[in-house]
């Protein structure tokens, strides 16, 4: 008997997984190919932030791992499409600006490299890989959320250039911050999230590296689409 089609396994969904440093271009790669692919997205450092920015908020203790890891398990993130961008909205309120600050983005490393906050952000991350594709960006998605990702690219550009980029999309929103103090804070989060024992920010063994340093958004852009094997 020929077997029931509706009832075989599903092969999963393709995902393009795009890891790599702080100002290397991860967010801006991944949105621009997720529209060209008409793929989902999952900004995964948005989850990282929305639980640093929570437990600060509840003024908990960043390194009280078992209060932070409470804390992440019951976090509500839910990411909400208005005007053509994302907002992200934590336990009900919109933190989309307040997420994005580099003291945001400095706790969202320390907490990230607690394992039961990875463990529990696990399942939320996975939950996006849905048809017709997933574009992923963060540190660890092409090592630990999807091993057996289709292709999976490691960004990266110089700390300079990082920083540098870092400086003028803070000062485009009016923000007051200084190269220096960027440059340094770029640093120190390199190496606290490439340092840290679990899930650091590492290429998988099968990832193309980019250097951005110097390449324009679209060429970049055109890099990754190029690489995509047929879907
Ligand atoms: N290849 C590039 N050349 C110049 N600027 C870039 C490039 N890629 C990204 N940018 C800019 O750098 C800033 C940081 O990019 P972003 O995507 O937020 O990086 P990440 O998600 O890796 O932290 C943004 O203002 C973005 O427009
Ligand atoms: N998959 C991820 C994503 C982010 N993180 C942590 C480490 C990062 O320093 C912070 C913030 O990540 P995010 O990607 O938003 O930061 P950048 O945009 O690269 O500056 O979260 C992580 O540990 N694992």
Redo the contacts with the bound molecule.
Sequence with gaps: MPANPLSAPRPPSAVLTID?P????????SRLVAEKLGWHLLDS?ALYRAVGYAASMEGIDLSDAEAVTRCAESTKIRFRDENGETRVIVNGHDASDDIRTETCGAAASAIAAIPNVRTALLEKQRSFRKAPGLVA?GRDMGTVIFPDAGLKVFLTASADERAR??Y??LKDKGLSVTLHALLREIQARDTRDAERAVAPLKPANDAVLID?TG???EL?VAKVLALLPAH
Aim: charge should be positive; glycine fraction near 30%.
């Design positions: 790599g702080s100002g290397s271009g991860k967010g801006t790669i450092g960006d980029r870092r003028k999309q951005s390449l324009g958004i970049v």
